[in-house]
């Protein structure tokens, strides 16, 4: 095992560890954690230092890699291309080091008089999102992005039949900043039985507006944001993307659907390729605009058992990691962000007419 | 301007920039944002690949360093050598390149129909742990721990007569993976007139158990948790310091008093000497332990306006950057801990008992 990152004698502590994962609650923000020991034994097939080396097309050592199949666990999904019995396009399976897994207990017990723990029940995947080891998701083809988030809707719609899974994320760690542990180009996605402050956050202050207004925050958010124009990097017939007025981080970017659908889940399919699209030119601008940095996207979207409401609106979320999270932002909540969304916006507009791929 | 972070496009938008900061808020989760652009401009005094390099006892270009303090803003506060008219233990100054300023407007305007904004209305200071340029304070001595620590409640308290400041954070960054950008140790202390979600939320937590109870919660957990004992690695007279059950990462550390407080600003400085050599220890061990790892250190103190109420109990809380925040934890909000607390605390115990410093 390589690894630039954990210490010697942490990993010492990590390897004397085989107990299963568990979800613990802290009882001062009723935040949960999952604590899973196994998680320090995955692999990290390079350092971080090694982030701008060249990758090869194939690596005899990765696990995504075609001809290396039986490194990962069983498949559960996959698309193949027709001609070809053995070969895919796309294949999803269980996280060999998951966080969470289908044999954790559910039952949630008081530990002590303050605390709340349950088993590590869950359910944790990984998206390969291309055969070619060294191609990046801004470097895919259409075609292949949209068959990327046909894989992300049918394993959320396969999972959320077992009704234990509430809360199910789907989330993409690109180049060394944004976590990853492995550069062949992949997606996570993790169900999770408990749903977070985090989320009733976002859901309690759509169901504030909408007792309010009787409308949906974020369809109205949208409305407005079309007629500035200023924050727009693109509009489609199904979407915007946009800068968001408190960006986090520079060149965060939300990518929305016009029509109001609460769950990702439920999305009609038939736009996927539609989203592909702008998905797909957002990274390439990214990409080539920015030197290939890391990022973080994730899938906002609402929990398994009210899919249909008229609060909550999905999106597609992209965090770039130009910047690093710091003692501030963690003893505050308050990021500080170096960039105007505005002029940010205005720049990926001017990168979007001017930069199309080589090929 | 050294930068081995920013890419060259995105410097170019930030040299265009030249906008005051300003607060904004985000209206799909009512959490503020600073919006910083003159931040982009601050100086690295080195990048991230440098941070095993062996630093000089001295540096000609460090802002920090003796003799160059006519490079840093207007002193606010020093504690002398008093044998010697110009020297300096610890020096506080005005953050060159401030997030906040106290120039920033305070009026809250409604930007459009959806979202809030305010000027970047605000304090940001530095304070300078020590004149030595490569010292970093799990290497100083408890008395000048001690300093720092009265620097950190003295600025505090010079701070919160400005009743316009509702939340001060002091805060550590420390090693690159933590955000810092000067390698001389430092902490920052930074007054906001906003009080964000992330304390309201800990806040009403710790409310609610006070209206079930009639008790804090954090008083009644410390007692608990010394009964168990399992997540203990320090306790004095005055203070106890543990892993918290739900870790967030490992080694997370909180140092919490015995005694009920709400406030930093109103705990008694007399016992400042005393947390001096709990929080010495811990970093020591950390050091010496973990190689010598990134981490970012709070101080976890209730609003400026309401410092003493029987609910929240102030703490500082030690958070080690030997992992990386990824998508799933902001898509989720729940973090992935590898490693059990009540195995780390286990092993940060034993470094106890065997590490002192050599000098």
């Given at each position: ?5 954990l210490t010697p004698l942490y990993a010492i502590i990590q390897a004397t560890t085989d107990s299963m994962s568990e979800l613990r609650q802290d009882p001062t ?12 034994n995955r692999p990290h097939q390079a350092p971080r230092k090694k982030r701008d080396e060249e990758l090869p097309e194939w690596d005899a050592s990765c696990p ?296």
């Open positions: 095992m390589e690894d630039g990152f923000t009723r935040e949960w954690v999952i604590i899973a020991p196994e998680r320090a995504f890699c075609p001809g290396n199949e039986a490194q990962t666990p069983t498949e559960v999904f996959r698309i193949p291309i027709s001609s070809e019995a053995s070969a895919w396009e796309v294949r999803v399976v269980p996280n060999q080091f998951a966080a969470l897994t289908p044999e954790g207990d559910i039952t949630r017990r008081e530990d002590g008089r303050f605390v709340r723990k349950m088993g590590g029940f869950g359910e944790h995947e990984v998206i390969i999102e291309t055969p070619s080891h060294n191609t990046p998701m801004a470097l895919l083809t259409y075609e292949q992005v949209k068959k990327v988030l046909i894989a992300y809707q049918q394993r959320y719609n396969a999972l959320k039949e077992n009704r234990q899974l509430k809360f199910i994320t789907i989330f993409k760690n690109y180049g060394w900043a944004s976590g990853t542990s492995l550069p062949h180009s992949h997606s996570q996605l993790v169900a999770t039985p408990i749903i977070t402050p985090y989320y009733h956050r976002r859901f309690n202050v759509a169901v504030d507006y909408y007792a309010d207004m009787s409308r949906c925050l974020c369809c109205e958010l949208l409305t407005d944001e079309l007629g500035k124009g200023r924050r727009i990097i693109a509009e489609t017939k199904e979407f915007v993307a946009l800068h968001p007025y408190a960006s986090r981080v520079p060149y965060e970017t939300w990518i929305i659907p016009k029509k109001h659908y609460s769950s990702f889940g439920l999305f009609p399919a038939t736009h996927l390729a539609e989203l592909a699209t702008v998905l797909k030119d957002i990274l390439f601008c990214l990409h080539r605009g920015l030197n290939n940095p890391a990022f973080n996207l994730m899938v906002d979207t609402a929990i398994t058992e009210d899919e249909e409401n008229p609060y909550y609106h999905w999106r597609i979320r992209i965090m770039p990691r130009l910047t690093t999270i710091a003692g501030f932002e963690m003893g505050s909540g308050i990021y500080i962000n170096t960039a105007l969304p505005e002029e940010t916006a205005k720049f990926m507009r001017q990168l979007a007419s001017s930069c199309t791929e080589d090929e």
